[in-house]
C-alpha cells in the first residue's frame, strides 16, 4: 500500500501544480504579447500562428481537459478522432465569436472549461455509468470544445485587434493553436504509452482520475469567485 502511494506522489504534486499554474494563467495573454498585438496592423500571420501554439501550450485547463480525453484511449485512430472533434469544436467558436463579435463573460466560459476537466474525470472513474447516465462521449468531446474555443476568443477580444487583416490573423493563430496541441498531445501519447505499460497503471488510474477531478473543481470555483467577487481572473 505505501509502494502504491509513493509511486503516484509524483503524480498528485504535477496535477496540483498544473491547477495552481492553470489559475495563474491558463488563457491569459501576456504583457509583451498583448503589446505585439496591439501594435499589429495588417496581415501577421506567422507572430499570431506563434501566439496561438504558445497559448495552447501554456494553456493547462485544454491540457488536463486533453489529458483525460486520452486517457483510457489506446488506438491512435482513437485519439485522432476525438482529438479532431475537439478541435474542430474550439476552431468554430475562436474564429465565430472573433469575427462575429460575440462576447460571452469570461469568468462564466472558464469555470465551464473547468467543468469539463472534471466530467471527463468523473466519466473515466465511470461515475456516469454508476448513476445510469449515457453521454454520447464524442459529442461531449466535440460540445466543450466549443467552450474551450469561446474561452479563447474571450481573451483575444480583451485586446486591441485591428480590424485590418484580422480574418488572415485568426486562422493564423488557430494554426497555431492546433499545432501547438498537436504536440502537447504527441507527448501525452507517449507518455500515456509508457505508463500504461506497468503493471501499477490501472490502480494509480484512479487516484489520478480523482485528482484530474479535484483540479477541475478548482479551476471552475476560482473562477465563478471571480464572478460573484471580482478576484483577478486568469
Given at each position: 500500500?505505501?509502494?502504491?502511494?509513493?509511486?503516484w506522489r509524483p503524480l498528485v504534486a504535477g496535477l496540483l501544480a498544473l491547477s495552481v499554474a492553470g489559475m495563474a494563467a491558463a488563457h491569459g495573454v501576456s504583457g509583451d504579447d498583448a503589446s505585439f498585438v496591439a501594435g499589429v496592423r495588417g496581415v501577421a500571420f506567422g507572430p499570431f500562428a506563434y501566439l496561438g501554439a504558445k497559448h495552447m501550450v501554456t494553456g493547462y485547463d485544454h491540457l488536463l481537459f486533453l489529458a483525460g480525453v486520452i486517457f483510457f484511449?489506446?488506438?491512435?485512430?482513437?485519439v485522432a478522432v476525438y482529438a479532431s472533434l475537439f478541435a474542430l469544436g474550439h476552431s468554430l467558436t475562436l474564429l465565430g465569436?472573433?469575427?462575429l463579435g460575440w462576447r460571452a463573460n469570461a469568468y462564466?466560459?472558464?469555470a465551464v472549461i473547468g467543468l469539463s476537466v472534471a466530467y471527463k474525470a468523473f466519466e473515466n472513474l465511470g461515475g456516469f455509468t454508476r448513476l445510469g447516465i449515457a453521454i454520447p462521449p464524442r459529442g461531449a468531446v466535440f460540445a466543450f470544445g466549443l467552450f474551450h474555443g469561446l474561452g479563447l476568443a474571450t481573451k483575444l477580444q480583451e485586446?486591441?485587434?485591428?480590424?485590418?487583416?484580422?480574418?488572415?490573423?485568426?486562422?493564423?493563430?488557430n494554426l497555431g493553436v492546433e499545432l501547438g496541441q498537436l504536440c502537447a498531445l504527441t507527448i501525452m501519447v507517449v507518455l500515456f504509452?509508457?505508463?500504461?505499460a506497468r503493471p501499477s497503471f490501472l490502480r494509480q488510474a484512479w487516484a489520478a482520475n480523482t485528482l484530474l477531478m479535484?483540479?477541475?473543481f478548482l479551476l471552475s470555483a476560482y473562477q465563478l469567485a471571480g464572478y460573484f467577487f471580482g478576484s483577478p481572473h486568469g
Open positions: 500500500m505505501e509502494s502504491a502511494a509513493r509511486a484511449l489506446y488506438r491512435l485512430r482513437d465569436a472573433v469575427l462564466l466560459v472558464d485586446l486591441s485587434l485591428s480590424r485590418e487583416g484580422l480574418a488572415v490573423n485568426l486562422i493564423g493563430f504509452a509508457l505508463w500504461r479535484a483540479a477541475g
